[in-house]
């Protein structure tokens, strides 16, 4: 049994990764898969946290630039965040774990609320939490509250699953020529606007000295090998 570099982890999943290949909504497979995945890394002890986005239920752009109210947008998105927070829920449940959901907008006949102290003790129990609805606040993304996440639950890693395997100093599918970094500082990232996440995100993380590991979750067993300390898969972003 491989050892965890990691006790207690944050993995931040796109909304648009639960389609697959569909064009919209919730890919069984592709929740099965992650919840496989996840389940590799409970297995060694490594305590996990997820954050979810929800584009691919709700993309608020489009309608904002028909004029729709932003602030009535972003909630919007973070209620499409809660679906796929339940939907990760059931499928973490149905390969044998233990899962929570707590959501940061007040929901109760669905979910836990967000109570730091409650989401430590789920942590230490061994059970896979799930936050939803992001921030609870409008104009802050999903990746701001993973990085806001992964500092109040004192994760000793947070992650990125990405389409790509990791940051390059191009767009890889552009350019043939771009290079993957395998490390890079928050600085270097902010400077050269390599697209990691959005500022407020890198900022925080930079700021409380959360490590970030930006991979392709694609890949089978790619988070096993991150938590058990191989530093070959990914770009790490470090303070
Ligand atoms: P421990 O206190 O550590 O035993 O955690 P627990 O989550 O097992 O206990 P609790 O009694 O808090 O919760 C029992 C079940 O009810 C769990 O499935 C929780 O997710 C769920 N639950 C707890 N609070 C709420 C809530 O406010 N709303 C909803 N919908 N479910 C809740």
Do not use: W
């Amino acid at each position: 049994m491989s050892q965890p570099a990691y006790q207690r982890i944050l993995l931040k999943l796109s909304g648009e990764a639960l389609m697959g290949e569909q064009a919209f909504g919730i890919s069984p497979e592709v929740t099965n898969f992650l919840a496989g995945e996840i389940k590799a890394v409970v297995d060694i002890g490594v305590q996990v946290a997820l954050v979810v986005g929800g584009g691919n239920i709700f993309r608020g752009e489009g309608l904002a630039r028909a004029g729709m109210d932003r602030v009535t947008g972003d909630q919007m998105g973070m209620l499409a965040t809660v679906i796929n927070a339940l939907a990760l829920q059931d499928a973490i449940e149905r390969v044998g774990m233990q899962a929570r959901v707590q959501s940061a907008i007040r929901i109760n006949e669905v979910c836990e609320d967000f109570i730091r102290r409650k989401a430590m003790r789920h942590l230490e129990k061994g059970r896979v939490l799930v936050f939803a609805a992001g921030t609870g606040n409008p104009f802050f993304t999903t990746d701001s509250a993973a990085a806001l996440r992964a500092v109040e639950i004192e994760a000793d890693l947070m992650l990125k699953a990405t389409k790509v395997d990791g940051i390059y100093n191009a767009d890889p599918k552009k350019d043939p020529h771009a290079k993957r970094y395998d490390e890079v500082t928050y600085d270097e990232a902010l400077g050269k606007r390599l697209g990691v996440m959005d500022q407020t995100a890198m900022v925080l993380c930079r700021d409380h000295g959360m490590k970030l590991c930006v991979y392709d979750m694609s890949a089978p067993g790619a988070l096993l090998k991150i938590v058990s300390g191989d530093a070959s898969i990914g770009t790490r972003v470090n303070r």
